[in-house]
């Protein structure tokens, strides 16, 4: 059965601490894994897609990467305004629609 | 980026009425739209699978005729939660992803459900 893991839960950061969280995944064939960015009582904001294992996407203080087990999404001096839940998912069918997610990690920042 | 929008935010309603909530694809085509769940602190779980034209298919263990959908055209899937009780309250999220090029799918704001 597809899954999807992500740890920690939560993770409280100083501003310009650095860290990074965790996405396990078991799926039959990776199509696809995504990761967002949810603010409360929002949608998820989209982030980044990986396809394949050493994959590595960056954009502004993000950096995700990609191993055959699990991703990672790498925080660098991360700012108050990172603060959200950073979800991961992978493409379950035909479609990039079609996703199983995990719980997500809730990101605080603090100034 | 592509925008999808969702309608209503929020919505509080009387346990045993219908709530329609709608998703519009407002500058792009698609053929499948998506409708996921969220209860809190949990996965946003896909409930079903909308698709223009034909019947949607739903996942395991949600009920078609108690969430009713309809995807009249390719920027336009409704749900419609009928006789709506306490437990279906929950934030639903929709998302499409567009026919012309293969890119991530785009999501709505979501909807709040509130059943009193």
């Known amino acids: 059965e597809d899954q999807v893991t992500q740890s920690p839960e939560a993770l409280r950061l100083q501003e310009g601490e650095s860290s990074s969280l965790n996405c396990s995944y078991t799926?039959?064939?990776?199509?696809?894994l995504f990761w967002y960015r949810q603010d409360p009582g929002k949608g998820p904001e989209f982030l980044f897609t990986?396809?394949?294992a050493g994959e590595e996407k960056e954009k502004e203080r993000l950096k995700a990467t990609l191993t055959k087990k699990e991703s990672f999404l790498h925080i660098t001096a991360p700012k108050p305004e990172d603060s959200a839940t950073y979800l991961c998912?992978?493409?379950?069918?035909?479609?990039?629609?079609?996703?199983?997610f995990g719980k997500g990690t809730k990101l605080s920042v603090k100034p | 980026g592509a925008v999808v929008s969702q309608h209503p935010s929020r919505v509080i309603c009387k346990s045993g009425t219908s709530v329609k909530i709608e998703c519009r694809s407002l500058?792009?085509?698609?053929?499948?739209m998506f409708w996921y769940r969220q209860f809190p602190k949990q996965s946003l779980m896909l409930m079903a699978t909308?698709?223009?034209?034909?019947?949607?298919?739903?996942e395991q263990g949600v009920e078609k005729d108690k969430f009713l959908i309809n995807h009249a055209s390719l920027t336009l899937s409704t749900l419609t939660v009928t006789s709506a009780h306490p437990e279906d309250s929950s934030f639903y999220i929709c998302?499409?992803?567009?026919?012309?090029?293969?890119?991530?799918?785009?999501f709505g704001q979501g909807t709040r459900l509130t059943v009193v």
């Open positions: 799926v039959s064939g990776l199509r696809g």
């Open positions: 998302s499409a992803a567009p026919i012309d090029r293969n890119t991530e799918a785009f």
């Open positions: 909308s698709n223009e034209g034909s019947k949607a298919t739903y």
């Open positions: 998912a992978v493409q379950r069918g035909g479609s990039q629609g079609n996703l199983i």
């Open positions: 500058d792009f085509q698609a053929t499948t």
């Open positions: 990986l396809y394949s």
